[in-house]
Nanobody, 124 residues
Framework: QEQLVESGGGLVQAGASLRLSCAAS???????MGWFRQAPGKEREFVAV????????YYVDSVKGRFTISRDNANNIVYLQMNSLKPEDTAVYYC??????????????????WGKGTLVTVSS
């Protein structure tokens, strides 16, 4: 059974850092893994994606230069290092695996599998 388990969320002050982790098990191994987030009252937003087979990463403009996505292929874990956090980064962050990554401008990503989310709260 496919399972994605996120961890690393929490409450921090603006300017702080957090690292989110997502461990994938079951039949969820894929070259494409990513992160989405959903802030209160807003739609889910595509944040970042990595396709290790072609050494490709993408970030939404609002997190470029502050967030870094990476993965541990041996253990099927994807990370999201978040630095210089801002109150507007407050959201539930969801891990995503597999599915379709379209190289448009901007790229779009439709995952096959989703985690249950981890809450990140950034206070001002």
């Amino acid at each position: 059974q496919e399972q994605l388990v996120e961890s690393g969320g929490g409450l921090v002050q603006a300017g702080a850092s957090l690292r989110l982790s997502c461990a994938a098990s079951g039949r969820t191994f894929s070259s494409v893994m990513g992160w989405f987030r959903q802030a209160p009252g807003k739609e889910r937003e595509f944040v970042a994606v990595i396709n290790w087979s072609i050494d490709y990463t993408y970030y939404v403009d609002s997190v470029k230069g502050r967030f870094t996505i990476s993965r541990d292929n041996a253990n099927n874990i994807v990370y999201l290092q978040m630095n210089s956090l801002k109150p507007e980064d407050t959201a539930v962050y969801y891990c995503a695996v597999g599915g379709r990554l379209r190289f448009k401008l901007p790229p779009t990503y439709e995952p096959d599998y989703w985690g249950k989310g981890t809450l990140v709260t950034v206070s001002s």
